[in-house]
């Protein structure tokens, strides 16, 4: 084997990789793209191969703020995923499918053994343009792969632009693709939740950015995601305010969580109704949810949009027909006007 080199732990230094494979599509947990960007921050800016590098687990356990005794448990499960893992990079109907490690190995003492594929050289070696540099320290707390991905691509895009204040649109439909995420979170709701407040939360946490986003709509159908950016360090300049209300409470926009009802009530109701049915639940959509899920083991409801409220209002928590007639929260003792309920809220 060639000559082993120790890993660098300098937060401060430089993780550049093409433009292709932020690009490209991948997946990995987030300590594997953890380990995989520390790699990348090895290769020098001369460098004509890759090298091979040694990395003790309790230094890279310091490293990445883990608790050493787990990661000594799962050093195994993360080198033997990354050993499957693959980039896919498509140039028009050109598409190349390669694999991030080509060595892993343990010695038995606290200490792994690895490799950078020679696959992916050419687009980590000696690159003189259309390459995106960044120092690891902005991705190294994140707490989620979707939030590494969507700072990468927010560099990406940015490229050389050293405005103050930056926009960018991407379609609905791309972001799905670039995190993955066709067969996920297909309910606009879940998205957002799970991907997009997630990664913003990160990155304005641990990055050099504040950013935000907004949802563009085509007719009432959210297609495309506007983020907006700014340098933290123009930010300082302004006076702190930092016992202001969190931005987490800012009012819910109202059309949006219709638009996620619409997604969640497969049947045909009024924008009013939609508003009831809100108000009712103060705006909590898991909330609705659940309770639609009891609605639809029902047998028959004459007006849904009261008997949602009234379950809302009195806590269904499974199928009255399951009920028992006493006992306590008991369902049955009790007789709604369902109409009139909904006559209420909309009033």
Sequence with gaps: ????????YNKNHYTVMANEIIRGRQTMSLQEARLIRLLIMQVGRDDTDFKTYKVNILDLANFLDVDSSNLYREIREICQSLMTRTIKIQKGNEWEIFQWLQLAKYDGRG?????LSNQIAPYLLQLKSWFT????????????????????????????????????????QYLREYFECENKFKQIGQFKEKVLDIAIRDVNEYSEFKCTYECRKTGRTITEILFLLEKKEEQQTKPEKKQEKP???????????IDQLREIIKEPLKTKEYKSILQAADNNIKLIEQKYQIAQKQKKIDNLVGW????????????????????FNN????????????????S
């Design 111 to 115: 200490t792994i053994t690895l490799m």
């Design 331 to 346: 369902i049955e003792s009790r007789k709604y006007d369902y109409s009139e309920l909904e006559k209420q809220l909309l």
């Design 1 to 8: 084997m060639d000559e082993v080199n120790t890993v660098d």
């Design 133 to 172: 540099k960044y120092q690891l320290k902005n991705i190294l707390a994140m707490k989620s792969f979707y939030s590494i991905r969507l700072y990468e691509l927010l560099k990406l895009t940015i490229g050389e632009n050293r405005k103050k204040t930056m926009k960018y649109v991407f379609e609905i």
């Design 247 to 257: 931005e987490q409470e800012i009012k819910p926009d109202l059309d949006d969580l």
């Design 308 to 327: 949602l409220i009234a379950a809302i209002q009195e806590e269904y928590t499974e199928s009255i027909e399951k009920k028992k007639v006493s006992g």
